[in-house]
């Protein structure tokens, strides 16, 4: 089997431009939107959104670079590329994208190890210790008030009534109520005054700390419930890797001339 010349030429062509084809997923007035772009932007869907790649988001994802590329085309004719406020908008929105993708570059380069996970672990096991207090506080902005409720307190007052002109809103509808939480939850002052305690005590003086004075009583302790080191080791890889990120920072900006 033979093919004329003119045959001929019409199969080479279509050999040699289906590889273009193939890379693009449309051509927009002439100009062609690269399958890369959708590829991308299904991986974006796929890890913000947890969408699967199907051939139905594939299908959404060309129609809206299609969209897109018409209307980057309707405001490059009329000029708005070269609006002020365009190109800074633009040079920030360049700016974080290269941030990002630092910090991502960063993070894979220093990744955070076992042993420095576990040394963090133990370092939470030790602050937190080994008991947990069901506590009640009523908070007052000075002595003087702290030192009455006390006496009120003492002749058979009811705390959960006399916490209701507590300075903290949060546990001042409920009776001053802070529910179980460890010594090493609160500021030295009260976590030191809670584990002098014993259950069922009261303050016999008014606590000072940077929020006012408190008036602490004792409901319970029970030994404390500490998380697994599985639990809680992504919150601890993550801030493990936000002080490297800090650091890092640091030190650029140590290196850099400012004027």
Do not use: C
């Amino acid at each position: 089997m033979t093919f004329k010349p003119s045959r001929l030429l019409v199969v080479l062509f279509a050999a040699a431009t289906l590889p273009v084809m193939a890379q693009n997923l449309a051509v927009v007035n002439g100009k062609a939107i690269p399958s890369s772009r959708a590829d991308m932007m299904v991986k974006q869907l796929s890890a913000q959104g947890g969408q699967a790649d199907t051939p139905e988001l594939r299908n959404m994802v060309k129609d809206e670079l299609i969209n897109r590329e018409v209307l980057i085309q309707e405001a490059d004719k009329l000029g708005l590329g070269n609006n002020a406020d365009v190109k800074a908008q633009a040079d920030i929105a360049r700016q974080s994208i290269l941030i990002r993708a630092l910090v991502a570059d960063f993070v894979k380069k220093n990744p955070i190890k076992d042993a420095d996970i576990q040394a963090e672990y133990d370092k939470f096991k030790a602050q937190a210790g080994d008991k947990e207090y069901h506590a009640r506080h009523i908070l007052v902005e000075n002595e003087a008030d702290a030192k009455s409720i006390i006496t009120k307190l003492k002749a058979g007052g009811k705390f959960e009534d006399l916490a209701k002109q507590s300075k903290d809103p949060g546990s001042a509808a409920n009776g001053g109520d802070l529910g179980w939480a460890t010594p090493a939850s609160f500021v030295k002052p009260f976590s030191d005054a809670l584990v002098a305690l014993k259950p069922g005590q009261l303050t016999e003086t008014p606590i000072k700390t940077q929020f006012g004075y408190h008036v602490i009583k004792l409901e319970e302790v029970r030994a404390a419930k500490i998380p697994t080191l599985a639990e809680v080791k992504p919150q601890i890889t993550e801030a493990l890797q936000q002080k490297k990120l800090q650091a890092y920072q640091a030190d650029l900006r140590a290196k850099a001339k400012v004027q």
